[in-house]
């Protein structure tokens, strides 16, 4: 919808490049069949008036401007206004007011339309009333009546569209009343008329949306009727032209006298037209069409009563129209979800692969109908009907990546993807889910060739007038039948198809997460399994371990290792392979096992992590990790260690903080060419170490030296603790990774 900032100023001159754009709520006239006063609530003084009250009333505007509104309609009149007027809120049922007004010295009925605007303004139309009013006698109610209660019975589609373009045609007397449905883009098709036999039919016909810019459309959805009853008419402008109050130009958006745009009223007249009503139909509050009606032998004016009967039936029209749509929708949505249970059920079978269950019958194609899907998903790619190649495929899975709602689609692959090499027979359009890591399913459809009739060349939206020395662009004058063949277009994906695609992915990212919770459940007990069952028992030492998945089934790659070597010398390692899930869990076992053989094989604990970082670098494409090697010496407490990227283990004593052991940190497992060095210290008497991994200091939001400090501060406190205890007092809720911690003191 076009917002205010995007307009034209009022008063600037409109043409084809910026019709789009004009202020057609704001055009600072009225047309003539009747007079505008613009009146102010509650003292009833006239702020504004159309200059063509001497013509209509016999009243100059100088004489009746800051005045109370009987000096143009006399007490009586202005009175009767005044107690219609005072009910709060919308007017619309109040209308019209019927009143009697001297013209000359001569009594004349007119048509009072009221609507109340903002700011404390009552806009008061006065139109001649023109024969008899039809609510004055029972046939129009009887016409309404009878129509209404057809529309009632009307079954489908076309008999609605049938009942309503006779019966507005018989109320209004235009030569040709049609039902104008809108597409998603908003080009128009002539779906419905009902005409003078000697016309030529339109039914059929398509519009392009550029025919109704989009700021009309939005006032259609304000006001429901529009009448043009001359469109030779000259606008009649207000006096003054900007509102003394606000200083402003009036919104004309509810006047049924709104002056309309200049290019609209050349559209008409190239189209023969002399005088044109439309009535909103709305689904939801939004614009779904128009019943528009056109006369051809010259200006035409239905009376308000007339007018209003109309529109009633529009309104009705509306709701059977939103009842048709929802009814046939309903029963769409049933059949789609008896499919869709069939393959939720299929999904069930754990045993089963899900794109084997998604491609059995009934299968994804008879969820949502195209020429092809694939499916990829739990490592396995599978292909049902004509798929385009996978390059083709993969470039608009990727298209689709980064979308909120994790749906995507299109019936133009050509517009969407311009720079796509792809044949149109195999994926002219395209729907896709997407899946948790990276894993997908997408429709295609192969182009469906079809013809459109237009009125005229959609393409010749403008032509070349000349005018004088001038040469201006004017709207187009051919409305002969244009046929148009479409191409690179698949068919329409319809709202119940998005809407079933869209239940399928939300079942099967469940189905996924608990597919893969189940997973990693068994490798959690196979990581668990892989922990020592036991860990020395020391005579003059105590050894702790302490093991702690993350929350959420998050499986991490934490390790831990202690065992005594045959000279006696005790080994303790904890690492940490980088991620989560269940190929993490498998490389931090490879890594767990060979560092094991290279520690008790006798290599040093540089040695150990250099032969470790070869194996990774070489058979585990480089998995990043870190790890601690402390070699210790039970007997004198002198410790060996190297830290790869590990954070440092903590000596405690009877300070008040612990301290970080003094290792020179080297790179992490991973990197190519790295070298490791070894760093020797003494645990004294009545001293301890402490090793742990990062998700024990680590906090979400947080920095992780402040973690750090937390653990220096607790060990200081009780120096003695063990492994089970040192988690218990650093996690309180916050950690958010898997957590491995060793203690070992010296008695």
């Not at 129209?321 to 049933?334: I, N, S």
């Not at 993490?584 to 032969?611: I, K, S, Y």
């Amino acid at each position: 919808m076009t917002g205010d900032d995007d307009l034209v100023a009022a008063g600037t001159p409109i043409d084809l490049d910026n019709c789009a754009r004009e202020p057609i709520h704001i055009p600072g006239s009225v047309q003539p069949r009747g007079v505008l006063v613009v009146v102010g609530e509650p003292d009833f003084q006239i702020r504004q008036v159309s200059a063509n009250v001497a013509d209509v009333l016999g009243r100059a505007a100088e004489d009746v401007l800051g005045r109370h509104l009987s000096a143009l309609m006399g007490a009586d009149q202005s009175a009767k206004l005044a107690t219609a007027a005072s009910v709060v809120g919308d007017l619309h049922r109040r209308n019209p007011v019927e009143c009697v007004l001297d013209v000359a010295g001569t009594a004349r009925p007119f048509d009072a339309i009221l609507h109340r605007e903002a700011g404390g303004i009552l806009l008061v139309e006065l139109e001649i009333a023109y024969g008899e009013r039809p609510y004055s006698f029972p046939n129009t109610y009887a016409a309404v009546r009878s129509s209404v209660e057809e529309l009632n019975r009307a079954v489908g589609l076309t008999d609605l569209y049938g009942v309503t373009t006779r019966a507005v045609r018989e109320l209004t007397g235009f030569d040709r009343v049609m039902i104008y449905r809108y597409d998603e883009e908003y080009n128009g098709e002539v779906v419905a008329e009902c005409k003078r036999e000697d016309l030529n039919s339109f039914l059929g016909l398509h519009y392009p949306a550029t025919d109704i810019p989009a700021q009309a459309r939005a006032l259609y959805e304000k006001n429901w009727l529009r009448l043009i009853s001359d469109v030779d008419y000259t606008p009649a402008p207000l006096v003054p032209a900007l509102d003394p109050a606000g200083g402003g130009p009036l919104d004309l958006t509810h006047a049924t006298l709104r002056s309309v745009s200049p290019i609209h009223l050349e559209y008409l007249r190239n189209m023969g037209v002399h005088a044109s009503m439309s009535i909103s139909l709305l689904r939801h509050g939004r614009l779904w069409g128009l019943i528009a009606c056109h006369h051809y032998a010259g200006p035409h004016l239905p009376p308000y009563g007339a007018r209003a009967a109309a529109e009633f039936l529009g309104s009705t029209l509306s709701l059977r129209l939103v009842d048709q749509f929802e009814d046939d929708r309903l029963h769409k949505r049933l059949a789609a979800q008896a499919v869709l249970a069939k393959l939720a059920t299929a999904t069930l079978d754990t045993g089963r692969p899900l794109a084997t269950a998604l491609l059995a019958g009934p299968d994804l194609l008879d969820l949502v109908p195209a020429d092809g899907v694939v499916v990829d998903i739990e490592g396995r790619r599978r292909v049902s009907g004509s798929v385009p190649p996978p390059e083709v495929v993969s470039a608009v899975v990727e298209w689709t990546r980064g979308g909120a709602d994790g749906i995507a689609h299109t019936e133009s692959l050509h517009a969407a993807l311009p720079g796509l090499e792809r044949d149109a027979s195999s994926a002219a359009g395209a729907l896709v889910l997407s899946l948790p890591d990276g894993q997908y399913i997408a429709w295609f459809r192969r182009e469906a060739l079809h013809s459109v009739d237009w009125g005229g060349d959609p393409h010749n939206k403008a032509i070349a007038v000349g005018e004088g020395d001038e040469v201006r662009l004017s709207p187009r004058k051919s409305f002969e039948r244009w046929r148009e063949i479409v191409r690179d277009r698949s068919a329409p994906w319809m709202q119940t198809e998005i809407e079933s695609a869209d239940a399928m992915r939300h079942h099967l990212v469940e189905t996924l997460y608990h597919r893969t919770s189940g997973a990693l459940r068994v490798a959690e007990m196979v990581q668990r399994s892989l922990m020592p069952k036991s860990i020395p028992v020391l005579a003059d030492w105590e050894l702790s371990a302490h093991y702690e998945p993350a929350a959420g089934d998050r499986l991490g790659g934490d390790w831990y290792d202690a065992f005594e070597l045959r000279d006696g010398r005790l080994v303790v390692v904890v690492g940490d392979v980088a991620g989560h899930g269940v190929t993490v869990a498998g490389t931090m076992a490879q890594l767990r096992n060979a560092l094991r053989a290279h520690l008790f094989a006798g290599a040093a604990p540089d040695e150990a992590v250099r032969r470790l970082n070869e194996f990774d670098v070489h058979l585990l494409s480089g998995a990043f990790a870190t790890v601690l090697v402390a070699r210790i010496d039970l007997t004198s407490g002198r410790v060996e260690a190297t830290a790869a990227g590990h954070l440092m283990p903590y000596l405690t004593n009877s300070a008040s903080l612990a301290t970080a052991a003094p290792i020179r940190l080297s790179p992490p497992i991973g990197v190519n060419g790295a070298s490791y060095t070894r760093s020797e210290f003494t645990v004294e008497a009545g001293h301890g170490l402490v090793m742990f991994s990062d998700g024990l200091v680590e906090r979400r939001g947080g920095v992780i030296d402040d973690g750090l400090d937390l653990l220096a501060a607790t060990l200081g406190r009780q120096p003695q603790r063990d492994a089970s205890s040192i988690w218990a007092a650093m996690a309180a809720g916050h950690t958010d990774d898997d957590v491995t911690v060793v203690a070992l003191r010296r008695r």
